[in-house]
Each structure stands twice: as C-alpha cells, then as structure tokens.
C-alpha cells in the first residue's frame, strides 16, 4: 500500500485534507453572531442530557477521544511511562466487564507529550496502536525563530510521533496578516510529512470569535488535519462558543471542498459532565463521524479520572476518591 492509500485508510476511508490557495475572500467574510451562538450553548445542557447505560457509553466514548497530556515543567520519563501505561489500560477490567464491554479493547485516543520525551512514549507504547502527540513549535507562547519551529517538528517526526500539535503565531491574527499565517501553517504541514497536524489556536489570546472563526478557515487552507483551542497554558481555554464557532467553520469548509477536518478542544476541561456537552455539540453541528478519535480528540489529563469514577459510580451507586485513579 502507497503513503497515500494509507493515509486514506487512516482516516475511515475519507481523504487528509490537502488544503488548498489562500482565499481572503472567504477569510474576512467570516461572521459570528454572538448573541444567538450565546443561546445556542446556553440551551445545551437543558435540551440535550443522558442518564444510566446512556451516559456510560458516551463517557467511554468520550474516553477514546482523550489526547492525554503531560506538559509540566517536573515530567520525567518514569512520569511518562506511567501515563502511557493508563492510555492503554485506562479502565478498570472489573469495570469495563460489569458493563458488558469487557471484551473490547479500549484505549485512550494518544498521549502527548514535549518533544523531551517522545521517543520514550514511543517506547512505552509499542504494541498498542496509541499514537504519540507531540507538542511544538515553541509551545506554548509560539515565539521561537521559524526555523527552529521547523526543525522541532521534524525532530518529533524522526523520535517516532505520528501527531504534532503546532501553536500559531498569535501576531499574525492580531494584525490581520492571513497571507503570513498560511505560510507558516504550510511550512508546519510539510514538516510533518504523514504525521498529522493539530493547529492550536490559542483562542483566549485572539480577543474576538470572528478572529477565531478567520485563524481556523486559514489553519485549514493551508492543510491543517485538526484545529485545536488552546495550549491549556491561557487565561481562558476551551469553551462551547468559542467550539461552535470552531466547528462551523470545519462543516463550511467541509461543504465547499469535501474534505473533513477534526477538532480539539483542550484546557479546562476536566469533569465528565462537561465533556458529554462537548459531544452533544459535535454530533448535532458536524454529525456522528466527527464523535471517533480520527476527527475529534480531548487535550486532557484530570477528566480521564472523572470519567472513570463515573463509570464506576454506575457500576456500584458509589463515587470513589480520585486518589484511586491516577493517571500518571
């Protein structure tokens, strides 16, 4: 099998997209209407809510789709193992058998990690089919010379990640400079050759949802295979307005080219109850296929316990302390 039919296989059957010549435009006609995204989100929790079998089945669901992340200053490699271990066994047996799933193999959706210590998540991995994210580009702040960006990727890429989050340059957003954001978007793609590309925004930085709605159209021009909210590390992170003006803007480019594009929201979200509003989102914008980890994914760490104290509070009518479920 080519690189290209692999990669088509990789994504269910649908093409990467390729991305395709900067269309301002497209770009500066892009509207957000506040008050009515306002209600929409607001309307959410009231309109759209699971109970029982129901909610356990999305909460594992949603478990699939977790990035789960260490990025802390103290990581160290034994720290690194251990996350690696819970990505791949992230459910208790007993639990996972109590709710008649025992038998499938469920995994977290990747783990990520500074590029320091991706060949040591690589490692720990094999055998498991987890891919390993790498942060880069100078994350967080996105400030370093271009081409040690460049180089960081491709560093990535060598150490074995198959997904490398990039961090834009804010700057560009903030003085309209779309041709320069495409560039550098351009340049992140093909350094990652068949690694996967997920652009964070860093939408807390970008002050307006038209600037977030016009930063992901040209991420996606310019061949992004996910767009992302945050590096975890702004004042404000992921929030549901700010994805649904993300994940309009992922259905209108689908519609106008055909190609599918996946989204991250990350920061924040650490307790299950919010993640299910998350997937209420996605399914009703976007539609069933963007629910897999191929085209949405979780940048998170606390929510996977969560997730599974409340599978076990199904299991047993119990909440336990989230001591008894480390993750790393």
């Given at each position: 099998?080519?690189?290209a039919?692999?990669?088509?296989?990789?994504?269910?059957?649908?093409p990467?997209?390729?991305?395709?010549?900067?269309?301002?435009?497209?770009?500066?006609?892009?509207?957000?209407?506040?008050s009515?995204?306002?209600?929409?989100?607001?309307?959410?929790?009231?309109?759209?809510?699971?109970?029982?079998?129901?909610?356990?089945?999305?909460?594992?669901?949603?478990l699939?789709?977790?990035?789960?992340?260490?990025?802390?200053?103290?990581?160290?490699?034994?720290?690194?193992?251990?996350?690696?271990?819970?990505?791949?066994?992230?459910?208790?047996?007993?639990?996972?058998?109590?709710?008649?799933?025992g038998?499938?193999?469920?995994?977290?959706?990747?783990?990520?990690v500074?590029?320091?210590?991706?060949?040591?998540?690589?490692?720990?991995?094999e055998?498991?089919g987890?891919p390993?994210?790498?942060?880069?580009?100078g994350?967080?702040?996105?400030?370093?010379?271009h081409?040690?960006?460049?180089?960081?990727?491709e560093?990535?890429?060598?150490?074995?990640?198959?997904?490398?989050?990039?961090?834009?340059?804010?700057?560009?957003?903030?003085?309209g400079n779309?041709?320069?954001?495409?560039?550098?978007?351009?340049?992140?793609?093909?350094?990652?050759?068949?690694?996967?590309?997920?652009?964070?925004?860093?939408?807390?930085?970008?002050?307006?949802?038209?600037?977030?709605?016009?930063?992901?159209?040209?991420?996606?021009?310019?061949?992004?295979?996910f767009?992302?909210?945050?590096?975890?590390?702004?004042?404000?992170?992921?929030?549901?307005?700010?994805?649904?003006?993300?994940?309009?803007?992922?259905?209108?480019?689908?519609?106008?080219?055909?190609y599918?594009?996946?989204?991250?929201?990350?920061?924040?979200?650490?307790?299950?109850?919010?993640?299910?509003?998350?997937?209420?989102?996605?399914?009703?914008?976007?539609?069933?296929?963007?629910?897999?980890?191929?085209?949405?994914?979780?940048?998170?760490?606390?929510?996977?316990?969560?997730?599974?104290?409340?599978?076990?509070?199904h299991?047993?009518?119990?909440?336990s302390?989230?001591?008894?479920?480390?993750i790393?």
């Amino acid at each position: 099998m080519d690189k290209a039919a692999q990669a088509h296989a990789a994504n269910h059957g649908w093409p990467r997209n390729p991305g395709m010549e900067l269309d301002l435009g497209w770009v500066m006609d892009q509207r957000v209407n506040l008050s009515a995204g306002e209600r929409r989100v607001a309307s959410l929790p009231g309109r759209r809510t699971v109970k029982k079998e129901a909610q356990a089945a999305w909460l594992l669901k949603a478990l699939t789709c977790i990035d789960l992340t260490t990025l802390n200053g103290d990581d160290t490699a034994g720290r690194v193992r251990r996350l690696c271990a819970k990505a791949a066994n992230p459910v208790r047996q007993d639990l996972l058998d109590a709710i008649g799933m025992g038998d499938r193999r469920i995994t977290t959706g990747a783990v990520c990690v500074y590029h320091r210590f991706v060949a040591t998540a690589v490692e720990a991995l094999e055998g498991t089919g987890i891919p390993v994210a790498a942060v880069s580009t100078g994350f967080p702040a996105g400030l370093s010379p271009h081409e040690t960006k460049v180089k960081e990727i491709e560093a990535s890429v060598a150490d074995g990640a198959k997904e490398i989050d990039i961090v834009i340059t804010r700057e560009h957003v903030l003085t309209g400079n779309w041709e320069a954001l495409y560039r550098e978007m351009q340049d992140y793609r093909a350094a990652c050759g068949d690694a996967h590309v997920k652009a964070i925004l860093a939408t807390g930085d970008l002050k307006t949802l038209r600037n977030v709605a016009r930063a992901s159209i040209v991420c996606m021009m310019a061949g992004a295979d996910f767009i992302k909210t945050s590096t975890g590390k702004e004042g404000v992170n992921a929030t549901l307005l700010v994805t649904l003006t993300m994940i309009r803007t992922i259905r209108d480019y689908y519609e106008r080219t055909g190609y599918k594009v996946g989204y991250k929201p990350a920061g924040g979200i650490s307790a299950a109850k919010d993640v299910l509003n998350y997937q209420f989102l996605m399914k009703e914008e976007l539609g069933r296929e963007w629910l897999e980890p191929d085209l949405f994914r979780i940048g998170a760490s606390s929510l996977l316990a969560d997730i599974e104290r409340q599978l076990e509070h199904h299991v047993t009518g119990a909440y336990s302390a989230f001591v008894r479920h480390p993750i790393g």
